[in-house]
């Protein structure tokens, strides 16, 4: 059972994991950064408490913390009870989702084994903007995908924006980053018998439809919107594969084009 | 070949169109509101070029209009040239794409006749949310769908912000409100041959890739993320499709779940 403790004052150095939360989230290996992970929201606090994540505290006006009554019951941690103001001047803004929990990140899951239980994995490449990042995370869960895993150049799916864009989704799906040389990296994953498929809006790659990706356990390779996957990234592929699109048009946001070739691949496993 | 106008003051009546944005977009029922379309950037104006909507002007740092030169050789509408300070004074706040274009709403297609040559239509319920509606259209855009048809509670496709998410292919796809009582109005669609599909994770629906959309000429119907479609709406469907989701999730974005379902209607077309 969390214990309920009401803080009156902005400055109990009790709150200081909420302290100027825009500094609070950079990750441990950046300056200032503490890493921790945050959540927002009782929708999203309820999922962190739910994940892998040990939660240290968490932070809320009154009405909120009596929405999350029952997922308090189980947890060993401080609750803080302040008004709307007292939260707003910890943190630095207004808050108005009204309740934040903050929890230490966890040592990832381990590649080989997570590739060895896969029927789909998504693998980005440069996904460097946390917006895109996070709703990426949240169609991979909402589509059953096992796994993410971080190849070079990518956002950091912990950071604040991408686990609230995720709706906390970055909070159940396991992701790591791969180790090792990248692209030769993603032998780990053909080992584990994955195909590797990258997600392409080349011409020439295969129309998703006709690529035979139904049922068959997949690594997607996916690309920042914009500049696409490397040709070293596309080099390394078994094969690329292409979403029909009408002409004239740029492309689909990243998330999206990945939502869809998901639900290929998935289409004949559910 | 529009006419190049170098203006030095943001208070010069030429930029009325252009002036205190955040109202000038407003739809032409609305009080205040002028209901002009209003593109931003230079992919977004080139697009509104491109379009049936006509042009009034073009508001632009010169090295913006200097990358539109191409498309402007064939407008016949003033271009004010105006320095970045000038252009912020004007439109009320700093606005760091360069580049703006004015124009006059247009008539909306007809419905009998765009349904009547439609492959896939969407038709949209309540779909209140100005980026999801203008994601909407960029996915449609890009996917191939002929036109979408607003129900009920839509919002505006042609406000600023919507324009701005679908990156200008609002401006492309045809839309139109659907005339005529919700939701018996789909009997137009229906009258043009076209099966009406409703979009839903109702546990009892269709899973998408078991429903036969195939090469079926289909209006697919969507609703709000959150509420989803009403009982009156999925009562006038022929039949429900839902996309097959892990448990425990939410729901995908309206937008991503359209992309989806719109892949899916279209994988036997191209």
């Known amino acids: 059972m969390a214990t309920l403790i009401e803080v009156g004052d902005a400055g109990d150095p009790r709150l200081d994991d909420y302290r100027d939360l825009t500094t609070a989230d950079r990750r441990p290996d950046r300056p200032g950064g503490r890493g921790l992970v945050i959540a927002e929201g009782v929708v999203v606090v309820r999922r962190l408490i739910d994940s892998p994540y040990p939660v240290r505290s968490i932070l809320g006006v009154p009405r909120r913390l009596a929405e999350l009554a029952a997922d308090l019951a189980g947890l060993d941690v401080p609750a803080y009870a302040v008004d709307a103001d007292t939260m707003a001047a ?5 808050l108005n989702r009204g309740v934040l929990a903050v929890a230490d990140r966890a040592r990832p899951p381990e590649v080989r084994a997570l590739a060895a239980g896969a029927q789909v994995l998504a693998v980005a490449e440069g996904v460097n903007d946390h917006e895109n990042l996070g709703s990426l995370f949240r169609n991979a869960a909402a589509l059953g995908v096992d796994g993410v895993l971080l190849g070079p150049r990518c956002a950091d799916p912990l950071y604040r924006r991408s686990v609230r864009v995720s709706m906390g989704h970055v909070l159940r799906v396991p992701f790591a980053e791969l180790p090792g040389e990248w692209p030769n990296s993603l032998h780990v994953l053909r080992a584990a018998g994955l195909r590797v498929a990258a997600l392409t809006p080349a011409p020439d790659a295969l129309p998703l439809a006709a690529a035979g990706l139904a049922g068959v356990r997949t690594a997607l390779l996916l690309g920042a919107e914009g500049p696409g996957l490397t040709p070293e990234a596309l080099a390394a592929a078994d094969l690329r ?15 999206t084009a990945a939502a869809v070739a998901f639900h290929e691949v998935m289409r004949s496993v559910r």
């Open 241 to 255: 594969v292409r979403i029909p699109m009408a002409t004239g048009v740029d492309s689909l946001n990243v998330a």
């Open 90 to 94: 910890a943190v630095g803004f207004h």
